[in-house]
């Protein structure tokens, strides 16, 4: 019998899995890459805007961060590493925050991972048991399948471009009582907004007011994950807030996400972290020891050093934003273009991130009845490729879709707005 011979098919295939694994549905974005991908492959011509990622021959990572991961593995920095991070990262995400955010914390609030996808599933885990409730935005990135891994019961807050695509205090506060975590994301992926400071102090001082009433009555806390990990790539005035900054008694209760890949173009490093309440990090750190999701050694001892050269920081983030804002601006701007000459689009200008929300106003139009009609077409017929928000578990079919600007060139964006334009002009005539 050889190798392909192996009898590995059943005919009681999804009685064999358990009921987490039959449940669990698999990311849509990568479904959807996976077919631009195949187009690509055949040699139609695609702007690609789906994957939230970075082409290496758009953006590379920093040079010298490069330079400092070539020297940790010269040095054989290869081994495992400590299960909560390297001291030395952990000391420079401490410094990294002070000096970027003004927020002190010791070093025991510190937990370095593969990436800030562990450190979202630890913080779910840590805090949140089955049957307990998490509220989340919709469009949001993956809130509901960690919200399913756990066990837990969504509250989903419908957001929309009234509120900027995130959730207010005025939302979320008839369903906090209930709730054991809140999860908010911003600069927001999928929308590229970026939450306003008053709405972020009013968040804050609703989790703390509402932790004072539980510890009155003897009830677990609320805590608030605070996904920042593109906090630093912000355009014009729109400036990031993290909630301790604004009212310091949140830091009681807020876990942040955070890490390298988006802020430096460096998703394939695996480098992401949490800063928390110590006793949250302790019992994340023994989670994500148990399935092994730690960064590389080289990349921890690389990252630290480079987090301590602020200036080789900005030097990277200037030119960086420079172009992310380019490739988004262009887009903003040609849809801004058709709308004005009558064609059913409009985008929400450039603020954060690496996405732009564009809406296509054409439902129950021309026989498209949903937001995939919509995906397919403009793939299809314009070789635009682009994620509908019920991706990001929006169920309502409103025409939004995210268009990411990391692994596309100026030329792909040009020639890719011109054969919308085209096409949507073909469906007026």
């Keep these: 019998m050889t190798t392909a011979d192996l009898p590995l098919t059943t005919d009681r295939e999804d009685l064999c899995l358990s009921g987490l694994a039959r449940g669990l549905v698999g990311s849509e974005v990568l479904k959807i890459a996976g077919e631009v991908r195949a187009l690509k492959a055949s040699g139609r011509a695609i702007a690609d805007l789906t994957v939230g990622d970075f082409s290496p021959t758009e953006f590379r990572i920093p040079t010298r961060l490069h330079e400092l991961i070539d020297e940790a593995l010269v040095a054989g920095q290869t081994n495992y590493p400590p299960s909560d991070g390297t001291l030395e990262l952990r000391k420079a995400v401490v410094d990294f925050f002070a000096r970027g955010l003004g927020l002190h914390y010791p070093l025991e ?146 876990i942040f996400v955070d890490g390298i890949s988006k802020a430096f173009a460096a998703t394939g490093l695996r480098v992401g972290w949490t800063v928390a309440p110590p006793y949250v990090t302790r019992r994340m750190r023994d989670i994500i020891g148990h399935i092994g999701a730690w960064a590389p050694r080289a990349e921890q001892m690389a990252t630290a050093r480079f987090l301590g050269e602020p200036d080789a920081i900005a030097a990277f983030h200037g030119n960086m934003i420079r172009e992310l804002q380019l490739r988004l601006d262009l887009l903003h701007d040609g849809f801004e273009s058709m709308r004005r000459d009558g064609l059913p689009v409009r985008a929400i200008s450039p603020q954060g991130a690496i996405y732009l929300s564009v809406q296509f106003d054409l439902i129950g139009k021309h026989g498209l009845t949903c937001n995939e009609d ?49 096409t949507l002009t073909s469906l007026a005539e």
């Design 109 to 254: 609030s510190t937990l370095i991972a593969g990436g800030s996808r562990p450190i979202i599933y630890a913080a779910y885990a840590a805090v949140v048991d089955p049957g307990d409730k998490v509220i989340y935005p919709t469009p949001s990135w993956n809130n509901n399948h960690y919200t399913y891994l756990m066990g837990a019961k969504p509250i989903e807050l419908v957001v929309g471009p009234e509120t900027n695509f995130l959730p207010t205090a005025a939302q979320l506060e008839p369903h906090i009582r209930e709730a054991r975590l809140i999860a908010i994301n911003t600069p927001l992926n999928p929308t590229g907004t970026v939450m306003a400071r008053e709405e972020v102090e009013r968040i804050a001082q609703l989790v703390v007011d509402e932790n004072k009433r539980r510890a009155a009555s003897n009830e677990r806390a609320l805590f608030l994950m605070w996904d920042q990990v593109y906090w630093t790539l912000t355009f014009g005035e729109n400036r990031h807030y993290a909630p301790p900054q604004l009212v310091p008694e949140s830091a009681a209760w807020t």
């Design 374 to 422: 919509i995906r397919r077409l403009l793939l299809e017929k314009a070789g635009f490729a682009v994620v509908p928000f019920q991706a990001f578990g929006l169920k309502e079919e409103t025409g939004w879709f995210r268009l990411s600007a990391g692994a596309v060139s100026l030329q792909d964006i040009e020639a890719g707005l011109a054969r919308v334009r085209e």
